[in-house]
Structure formats: structure tokens, C-alpha cells
């Protein structure tokens, strides 16, 4: 595969999509077919929300015959705060490398590229529509786990690392949404910092869009942008194959 297929220019992507208003008023419908879900879209979700259920079952029935539930907790805790960080690293690549064309990963690079034109656009998504490709990657994962395991911890941990990270899409929209459209436990979780804050990831909104990018709970982001760790990771991606990421060509915000 040839080095170029990551590079890419603002504006390249061949989807069409909304472009921003300064008032919500006068920001334009989503097309129908670009939020609907379909029903490939809400097979996907259904069948990761089901595998996950399942392990968490497994892991459950495992932990009470055995009467060991430290370890599935922690495990449980531990797939938590790595989904966090998961979620950050893969934001970070999609944001910064590809296109539509880009093999595999081409539609969720466009989708999430176009989301820093119209942020508004995600909560206007059926939420089958925002997730299936999430959903399609847990499945994925947690086949695998349950075809390979038979351990409390292992489907502690796969299970609440499999439903954050296919969950993170509708974290990240409700962190669009305004307060009074949100629910009060949403509302709730957001302020004691266990969903991504509407504070917080506002930030990442801020051009040239390189910083707050874990879009679960965010507290990875403080870690990731006090020590560089992005900018670090483009810079080896740059010595390596020589492509700029897209955050090195966005104007600089201006504080």
C-alpha cells in the first residue's frame, strides 16, 4: 500500500455533507438517507449490545461460582478507563489521516473529518446510525472473546470495554446536545465526569482540532495533551512516511 493513500486535503472528501450556520435556525436538514438508520445499521448494534450482555452474564455466573469478584471489578474498571484512552488514540488517527477513499476506514474518517464542519449534525442521527460501525467492531471483538474465553475477568473487562467503546458515538453526541434536550442521569454522569462533558469536549472544537480527543469520559485528555503525546505520535508518523496530519494545516485558534 502506498504511503499517499493517508494524505489527504481539507476539503477532498467525496461525501456531501451539511455545512455549518452561525444559528441553529438557519442550519440546513440532514438528508434523510445520511441519518436514518437502516436495518444492517440496527443489526449491527443489536447484536454488540447482545454479545456484551452475554459476557457480562458470563462473567457474573463465573464470579458467583467461584465467590472471586475483585478481580472481574477491577477488570470491569480497568476496560472502562482504557476505552477512554482507546477512544482518544483512534479519534486522534481518523481526525488527522485519510479520506473516503482510505481502504476499510473510509467512511468513519469522512464522517468524523465532516464532523468538525457541522458538530450539530451528530445529534441529528438515529442512534443505530451513529453506531454501527462501533457496533460492527464489537462484535467483532467480543466473537472473538467468547469463542477464545472462558474467564470471569477476560469478559469483565471485554464487556464494558466493548460497550464504551461502541457507546463513545452516542457519549460524543450527547456532549452536542444542549442541557435541557438531555436526559437527568445523562446530565448527572456528564457533571460528575463519568460521559464526556459538554465543557470539555467543546474544547476539541477549537481549531486547528488537536486536543480532547477521548470522547468516553475525557480523563485521558489532560494526560494526553500536558505531555504531547498526539503531537509525539505525529511526529514519528511524519519522520516515517512523510505525512502531515490534518491538524498541522488548520488555522491556528487564536486565545
Known amino acids: 500500500m502506498q504511503?499517499?493513500?493517508?494524505?489527504?486535503?481539507?476539503?477532498?472528501?467525496q461525501m456531501q455533507k451539511p455545512q455549518p450556520s452561525p444559528n441553529k435556525m438557519d442550519q440546513p436538514s440532514l438528508e434523510p438517507d445520511w441519518i436514518k438508520a437502516t436495518w444492517t445499521h440496527i443489526a449491527w448494534v443489536a447484536t454488540g449490545c447482545t454479545l456484551v450482555l452475554l459476557s457480562l452474564a458470563r462473567s457474573a455466573i463465573m464470579s458467583a461460582k467461584s465467590d472471586m469478584w475483585l478481580e472481574p471489578l477491577l477488570a470491569a474498571l480497568l476496560g472502562y478507563v482504557l476505552a477512554d484512552l482507546a477512544t482518544g488514540i483512534f479519534h486522534w488517527s481518523v481526525d488527522n489521516y485519510g479520506d473516503i477513499n482510505t481502504p476499510?476506514?473510509?467512511?468513519?474518517?469522512?464522517?468524523?473529518?465532516?464532523?468538525?464542519?457541522?458538530?450539530w449534525s451528530i445529534t441529528e442521527r438515529d442512534v443505530a446510525n451513529n453506531l454501527h460501525e462501533l457496533g460492527r467492531g464489537a462484535t467483532t471483538g467480543l466473537l472473538i472473546a467468547h469463542?477464545?474465553?472462558?474467564?470471569?475477568?477476560?469478559?469483565?473487562?471485554v464487556s464494558v470495554f466493548g460497550a464504551c467503546g461502541m457507546f463513545c458515538q452516542q457519549f460524543h453526541a450527547w456532549s452536542h446536545t444542549p442541557k435541557k434536550a438531555l436526559p437527568k442521569l445523562v446530565l448527572a454522569l456528564q457533571d460528575m465526569g463519568?460521559?464526556?462533558s459538554r465543557k470539555d469536549h467543546a474544547l476539541h472544537h477549537q481549531?486547528?482540532?488537536?486536543?480532547?480527543?477521548?470522547?468516553?469520559?475525557?480523563?485521558?485528555n489532560q494526560f494526553l495533551d500536558e505531555y504531547k503525546v498526539c503531537e509525539g505520535m505525529e511526529m514519528v508518523v511524519f519522520y516515517l512516511t512523510g505525512v502531515r496530519p490534518r491538524s498541522w494545516m488548520e488555522p491556528k485558534r487564536v486565545d
Not at 4 to 13: C, K, R
Not at 147 to 157: E, P
Not at 207 to 220: A, M
Open 3 to 13: 504511503l499517499n493513500v493517508l494524505n489527504f486535503s481539507a476539503g477532498e472528501s
Open 207 to 220: 481549531q486547528p482540532f488537536n486536543s480532547n480527543y477521548c470522547i468516553v469520559s475525557g480523563i485521558w
Open 104 to 119: 476499510i476506514f473510509g467512511g468513519v474518517i469522512d464522517s468524523f473529518q465532516g464532523h468538525h464542519d457541522a458538530p
Open 194 to 196: 463519568v460521559l464526556i
Open 147 to 157: 469463542l477464545l474465553s472462558n474467564d470471569a475477568t477476560v469478559h469483565a473487562f
